[in-house]
């Protein structure tokens, strides 16, 4: 069962990662908000080269119990920033940092279903 939960989860924030990181590359919507969060360029590209590895991961993760650990640490890690950009940088409202806070916590049980790739 737990493994279920794992593999539903690995695909769901998989896809999400690919999507979203997607999106930095190709989306206006993403280089408005990047130059609203007043942040440059090459930051955007870097997130979003992130994230697609860390969707790349997530999924790898299907097979490899280590991959799925370092994909949602990187996910989790990568939430935490979005969430501190969202409330701290630029002031949004807590409704605005949902997403990232679901994302947050999906890689956490992600993470903590997979810990044994980190030798735990």
């Known amino acids: 069962m737990?493994?279920?939960v794992a593999m539903v989860l690995q695909i769901l924030l998989g896809a999400g990662f690919l999507m979203f990181g997607w999106m930095k590359f190709t989306s206006k919507q993403m280089v408005?908000?990047?130059h609203r969060y007043r942040m440059p360029v090459w930051f955007r590209i870097f997130t979003?080269?992130?994230e697609v590895i860390t969707a790349v991961l997530l999924i790898t993760g299907l097979w490899n119990e280590t991959?799925?650990?370092i994909g949602a640490l990187i996910a989790?890690?990568?939430m935490v920033g979005?969430?501190?950009t969202h409330l701290l940088r630029v002031k949004d409202p807590v409704a605005k940092?949902?997403?990232p806070f679901l994302?947050?916590?999906l890689s956490l049980i992600v993470l903590y279903l997979n810990k044994g790739g980190f030798g735990l």
Do not use: H, K, P, Q
Request: aromatic share 8%; charged share 10%; proline share 0%.
């Open 32 to 34: 408005d908000e990047f």
């Open 82 to 84: 979005a969430i501190f």
């Open 67 to 69: 991959c799925a650990a």
């Open 103 to 105: 994302l947050l916590i």
């Open 48 to 50: 979003g080269v992130v």
């Open 76 to 78: 989790a890690v990568t």
């Open 97 to 99: 940092s949902g997403m």
């Open 2 to 4: 737990m493994g279920t």
